[in-house]
């Protein structure tokens, strides 16, 4: 592997991991991209995504933990309904051409713009008519879902879930599934590496790079501010949908 290979992914796992303190996601979001412009297919980048995923995430919820900011009976609630999930959503993703899939991504990023804004408006009128365990079990479904469908942690769907559903503040929202993306990309790993999907040289430098990044956000999170917090996730989303389209493009039949 050329020493520029080497040192992206390096960096874009600091990056990821960086982001994963701050934001509650995997990385995956920014790794996957990463990892087709370094011309991995979309299975391939995907598999090996979730293996960096795996370490990013496990050193980001022990420091979480030691910090005294980990809440296991949360994160067991939200975790149960994803493990399920994922491996469901891995097997779609095989069925699905690498066109569609990069542009259902995209539109789910987009989406959870919106999901992001309805917290603001949920809060000024009646709540959520759902119960706290059908809640949970929408949030940890659909996070799992995701997670093996787009090789991403699932914290992009499952961060603007607990703020629309559960009224979970966002920096604990952030923390609670960094925590279950531990358990979902385990499972998702194990699945992905029995198929021979990953890269492991890959995963691993860019894991070890996220497991710096990590280390150094979630010992940030705490001074930062909600709306700060709100700020960036907005943000990230805005960017890597619009990253993620004119990849879609460039991959157009």
């Known amino acids: 592997m050329p020493l520029t290979s080497i040192l992206v992914m390096a960096l874009a796992g600091l990056a990821a ?38 370490i990013t995430a496990s050193a ?6 030691r910090m005294g900011y980990l809440r296991p009976k949360q994160v067991l609630f939200l975790a149960a309904p994803a493990v399920c999930l994922v491996l469901i959503g891995t097997e779609v993703g095989g069925l699905m051409s690498d066109f569609l899939r ?29 119960s706290p365990n059908t809640s949970r079990l929408i949030t940890g479904g659909a996070a799992g879902f995701m997670a093996g469908l787009f090789g991403v942690g699932g914290g992009v769907i499952m961060v603007p879930l607990q703020l629309l559903l559960l009224d979970t ?41 996220g497991l710096v990044g990590v280390q150094i ?18 943000s990230l989303l805005v960017i890597l949908a619009a990253y993620v389209f004119w990849q879609a493009w460039s991959v157009s039949p």
């Open 217 to 234: 956000s979630t010992r940030f999170l705490p001074k930062l501010s909600e709306q700060i917090v709100t700020k960036l996730f907005r």
């Open 60 to 65: 980001g919820s022990w420091q979480n933990w």
């Open 169 to 209: 503040e966002i920096k604990q929202a952030v923390r609670n599934s960094l925590g279950v993306i531990v358990l979902t990309s385990l499972i998702a790993c194990i699945n992905n590496s029995i198929k021979g999907d990953i890269v492991p040289l890959a995963g691993v430098l860019m894991g070890l790079g």
């Open 102 to 130: 990069q542009v259902s991504f995209g539109c789910l990023l987009l989406a959870n713009l919106y999901l992001v804004s309805l917290k603001k408006r949920a809060a000024s009128t009646q709540p959520t008519p759902l």
């Open 17 to 54: 991991g960086i982001l994963a303190g701050f934001l509650g996601i995997g990385g995956g979001v920014l790794m996957v991209p990463m990892l087709l412009m370094l011309g991995l297919d979309i299975d391939h980048a995907t598999a090996t995504s979730l293996l960096a995923i795996l």
